[in-house]
């Protein structure tokens, strides 16, 4: 068979521990041997991060921005135990933080659904994708206490000097305060960046906030989503035949529940904390969602919601056998593939993604699985194949797809 071609590199980001080793066998068994592979790699294994200065994670953020398409291992955020353990010069900041500032992204995920991994909720046939908008809100707020008896104000002072106040409350006694904001513009990158996701995977866009009750702060949200909305989408979510939703955030919880999913969710920072721990529970686990970073620009970073898998990883290096998930990291690749095919017109590549993700559902189905599946499936006759031989299963699949 003759090797799938490619125009444009896709920026790879390694990583590290069993997501590491991970990373080599795909490449090795499920990509290499079908694809004339391009990409751009940097490596941000911790220690590589260290020899760098963190460098490497600025120049591989800045090449997402050139070649639009990454697919990132997951890597280890440092505490003071990575400190000592990889005797780091300093506590580098998260890469994925990194990445996401340079880009100014929106972080979606979702479910990947395979039969005998039942949702919780009996309705949801589709996957429900959410967008978390990461910045602001109570995520940087100011707190403080109050002691007693005494006035609470809000106050703005421009910068010619001109003050506005607003009173918050007139305490009788002790009690507690907060002050919180989010900027036009930030609002405005998120709103742009879930119309596009939306119209890229042609799902239709639900929007959430209390707007009733936070007339100015979320009726702000709600304002700049329509404004947006209408002024640069609406024209082309009707042509796709996708639909853009504004309700209230309980209202929301309750149709979700009822749903049977198949749309993106956007949420305000702590409800999107909030919903997609409970979402991506009740679809079934850590290890078969996918996590894409978007940026306002329409560069897209592919990676697993997952991290390195730690715990896995110490028994490999003892020489015992690992049965780790590697569907959330292969889904990365393809959908990484998949996009470049889309953007270079490449129509054998995003055949290829489509093809790998089928095989790797297939495996499953068939009742061919790692560890923590085995688990809660509900099929029946169930064998459990360690890290290798599941990727190995997923090859022989695609061999005969191709
Ligand atoms: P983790 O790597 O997600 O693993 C936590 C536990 O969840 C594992 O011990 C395992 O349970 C289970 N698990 C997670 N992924 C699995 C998979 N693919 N297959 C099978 N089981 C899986 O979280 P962690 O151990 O808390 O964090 C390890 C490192 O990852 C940390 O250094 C953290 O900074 C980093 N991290 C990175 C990212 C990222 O890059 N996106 C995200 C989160 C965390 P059992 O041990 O019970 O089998
Ligand atoms: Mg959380």
Redesign the pocket.
């Known amino acids: 068979m003759e090797k799938i071609q490619m125009e444009q590199p896709i920026v790879e980001m390694d ?5 590491r080793v ?1 990373w080599q066998i795909i490449k090795d068994q499920l990509i290499l041997p079908f694809i004339d592979l391009k990409t751009e790699y940097y490596d941000l294994g911790l220690e590589n991060r260290d020899k760098t200065d963190d460098q490497v994670t600025i120049d591989a953020a800045e090449a997402t921005k050139k070649y639009r398409v990454a697919v ?8 003071r135990a ?1 400190l000592e353990e990889y005797q780091l010069k300093k506590l580098y900041k ?3 933080a990194t990445i996401r500032a340079a880009l100014d992204g929106t972080v979606f995920r979702g479910p990947i659904l395979v039969k005998g991994i039942e949702p919780y909720v009996r309705t949801w046939k589709k996957p429900i994708m959410l967008a978390r908008h990461a910045y602001g809100d109570i995520y940087k707020a100011m707190e403080m206490k109050v002691g007693g008896a005494g006035k609470a104000e809000l106050v703005y002072t421009e910068n010619s000097g001109i003050e506005h106040r607003r009173l918050i409350y007139d305490f009788q006694g002790a009690g507690i305060i907060q002050g919180m904001h989010n900027t036009n513009k930030s609002i405005e990158n998120f709103a742009r960046t879930c119309f596009s996701y939306a119209l890229s995977e042609k799902m239709d866009l639900w929007f959430s906030t209390k707007d009733t009750i936070s007339k100015t702060y979320d009726g702000t949200f709600k304002e700049i989503f329509q404004n947006i909305y209408d002024k640069e989408f609406r024209a082309q979510f009707e042509e796709q035949g996708i639909t853009y939703f504004y309700t209230l955030i309980d209202d929301a919880v309750a149709r979700v529940i009822r749903s049977e999913g198949g749309f993106v969710w956007a949420l305000k920072n702590y409800d999107g904390d909030v919903m997609s721990d409970m979402v991506s529970t009740a679809f079934g ?3 078969m969602m996918t ?1 894409t970073l978007v940026s306002p620009k329409g560069c897209y970073e592919y ?10 990883y110490y028994k490999y290096l003892n020489g015992e056998k690992t ?7 292969i889904f990365a690749w393809s959908g990484a593939l998949r996009k470049r095919g889309e953007l270079d017109r490449i129509d054998a590549l995003c055949h290829f993604a489509d093809m790998l993700e089928k095989a790797t559902k297939d495996v499953i189905e068939s009742g061919r699985m ?3 599946l085995a688990a809660i499936t509900t099929l029946e006759n169930v064998q459990k194949l360690d890290t290798e031989e599941f990727i190995l299963a997923i090859r022989e699949e695609l061999e005969q797809l191709l």
Do not use: F
Not at 15 to 19: I, P, V
Not at 72 to 79: D, F, L, M, V, Y
Not at 303 to 309: D, L, Q, S
């Open positions: 990583g590290d521990e069993m997501t991970i990132k291992c997951a890597t280890i955020t440092p505490n990575r998260s890469p994925n686990s850590l290890a996590s990676e697993a919601a997952h991290g390195t898998v730690q715990r896995h049965s780790t998930n590697s569907v959330a990291t790692t560890g923590d």
